[in-house]
């Protein structure tokens, strides 16, 4: 009669903490691919406007958090830390490009555009790993490189201009992932940070605004209020999860899970928004996801050998919006 062996203990909290950081990774991408439809009832406001009222009502949902349940005694720590204070003010200024980028992408009906860019994410990923840690590629990854090379050379001859909307949003993105990658405080004391250094700029720009009487906020529909308000918890929310999962899942499997978000989007930009497929656009994209796939298959076959030293893995990284 076969014996059944029961899980050790260390081994069941191991499943159960990596469970729950596929669980939040799903949560987190599967949110930003639908945050199109969220920007799009703000089409009467201004893209620098919803870009203030995100990064103020961010800061109260962390800020809650942290006084709610947040860790203690962080700041004196960080504090005695300049290079990773550094790395912080660095995420703040690319989530905040990201932001304002993709924003105005979305209510400018550029939906589609926005996912190509964060379909290109994981292959400036690689290529960052490359420039900036001296990393060597397997032939896999420099194929999918040099197809995700390709279709940016195919938009830009058939746009006439480079696909500068995905390339900001991806390039951001992945610079933003790289700063979070080394930065060793939690995920909700992070996001208060970054948020606050943005805060000032929200701020000045917001008195302004009323002064002139250009403001949207508080002169329009109180549905239209609440639902800039709420924008604070539409984006503390999927930046937390990922942030969980970054830390409880491997760098491969994230990188896998990623592509929700830029599918997700696109069909918003296809199949709700009715966004326009022409030829050009539709090589360019079979290009990326060519690499995507050769890039996921190496991802999987890392993710089942294990090595010790692995390669450079396809990673994500806000949001977003990032988004």
């Known amino acids: 009669m076969a014996q059944v062996t029961a899980a050790r203990p260390d081994e069941m909290t191991t499943q159960r903490t990596q469970r729950s950081g596929v669980i939040s990774g799903v949560g987190a991408y599967t949110l930003w691919g639908a945050f199109p439809l969220v920007l799009r009832q703000f089409d009467s406001v201004g893209a620098f ?9 961010s800061f109260v949902v962390v800020l809650v958090l942290l006084v709610w349940r947040g860790p203690k005694g962080w700041v004196r720590p960080l504090l005695s830390r300049p290079g990773e204070l550094a790395r912080l003010v660095s995420a703040s200024l690319l989530v905040a490009t990201n932001w304002l980028v993709y ?7 550029h939906v589609v555009d926005a996912a ?13 790993g490359v420039v900036v840690l001296g990393e060597r590629l397997r ?14 050379v195919v938009l830009t001859v058939g746009y006439g201009r480079p696909p500068w909307i995905a390339l900001v949003l991806a390039a951001s993105f992945a610079g933003y992932g790289f700063q979070k990658k080394a930065i060793t405080i939690g995920p909700t004391p992070s996001l208060a940070v970054e948020t606050a250094i943005l805060l000032p700029v929200a701020l000045v720009w917001l008195a302004v605004a009323e002064a002139r009487g250009d403001a949207a906020f508080l002169h329009g529909s109180v549905v239209r209020d609440l639902g800039l308000v709420a924008l604070g918890i539409v984006t503390a929310v999927p930046l937390l999860l990922f942030a969980t999962a970054a830390r409880r899942i491997p760098l491969s499997m994230l990188g896998l899970l990623q592509y929700l978000t830029p599918t997700g989007q696109f069909l918003c930009g296809i199949l709700v928004f009715g966004e326009s ?29 294990r090595p010790v030293a692995p390669a450079t893995p396809p990673v994500p990284i806000p949001v977003s919006e990032p988004v």
């Open 49 to 57: 406007e919803v870009f203030v009222h995100r990064i103020l009502w």
């Open 103 to 109: 924003i105005w992408a979305v209510n400018a009906g």
């Open 116 to 128: 190509l860019g964060y379909y290109i994410n994981p292959l400036l990923t690689v290529a960052l």
């Open 139 to 152: 032939r896999t990854q420099v194929a999918a490189l040099g197809l995700g090379a390709a279709a940016v």
């Open 277 to 305: 497929l022409p030829p050009e656009r539709i090589a360019g994209f079979v290009l990326v996801w060519l690499a995507l796939i050769v890039l996921a298959s190496d991802a999987v076959q890392a993710i089942r050998t």
